[in-house]
Each structure stands twice: as structure tokens, then as C-alpha cells.
């Protein structure tokens, strides 16, 4: 059974820095795509970053391009998003998430088979 555990949220003041990591277990996590999704009170949940299974792919929201990195260690089964210039409307929760196939497209949410239990992030002004 796959298990993704989301960490790293918290508290920041807009301009800061937070690093989260999302930890895989349960299959082959070299062989799969992973993405982060976010969603705030009121919204849909929207696309935020994901990689490829090899890591040699990234892929950005327009609204964070620049400020945040998504990157993957497939020894440690972890994927990670520094998030750096932080803004309120970064506020959100979090979701790490794992694609259905090797070449799943990580930036479509209907690609994705798992999902972590959500991280929360807020930015104050």
C-alpha cells in the first residue's frame, strides 16, 4: 500500500522560506512522477510543481515559477519543494501526490493515484 506523508509546513512571514518533504513508501518511487498540489479555503485545488520519475523533468505553476524548486531523491524516496519569497496567497494546504504510471502527466490531479494527508502552509503579510 503506498503511503505519502507531507511535512515541513508552518507559520512564516511573507519573504521566508519553507522547505517541505513528502516521504513514499509502499512501491517502486524511482518509477513514478510526482507532483504538489495546494488548495485554500474556497478554491479548487490547483497544480503547483511536479517532476519526473527520473528527475530530469520539472514543471511549475506560473504563479510560483522562480521561487519555488521541486526536487527528488530516489534513494531516500523523498520529494521536496523549497519555497522561497513567500506570499500570502501561498497560504494553502500542501498535498504531495504519486502518478498512476511512469509517464502520468504529474500536472493533471486526475494523473494521480496517491495523495499525502496535506501540510499547511501559511504566509503572513
Known amino acids: 500500500q503506498v503511503q505519502l506523508v507531507e511535512s515541513g509546513g508552518g507559520l512564516v512571514q511573507a519573504g521566508g522560506s519553507l522547505r517541505l518533504s513528502c516521504a513514499a513508501s509502499?512501491?517502486?518511487?524511482?518509477?513514478?512522477?510526482m507532483g504538489w498540489f495546494r488548495q485554500s479555503p474556497g478554491k479548487e485545488r490547483e497544480f503547483v510543481a511536479a517532476?519526473?520519475?527520473?528527475?530530469?523533468?520539472?514543471y511549475y505553476a506560473d504563479s510560483v515559477k522562480g521561487r519555488f524548486t521541486i526536487s527528488r531523491d530516489n534513494v531516500k524516496n523523498t520529494v521536496l519543494l523549497q519555497m522561497n519569497s513567500l506570499k500570502p496567497e501561498d497560504t494553502a494546504v500542501y498535498y504531495c501526490?504519486?502518478?498512476?504510471?511512469?509517464?502520468?502527466?504529474?500536472?493533471?490531479?486526475?494523473?494521480?493515484?496517491?495523495w499525502g494527508q496535506g501540510t499547511q502552509v501559511t504566509v503572513s503579510s
Open positions: 501526490a504519486e502518478g498512476q504510471h511512469p509517464y502520468s502527466d504529474p500536472r493533471r490531479s486526475e494523473e494521480m493515484s496517491y
Open positions: 509502499g512501491r517502486t518511487f524511482s518509477t513514478y512522477p
Open positions: 517532476i519526473s520519475w527520473s528527475g530530469g523533468n520539472t
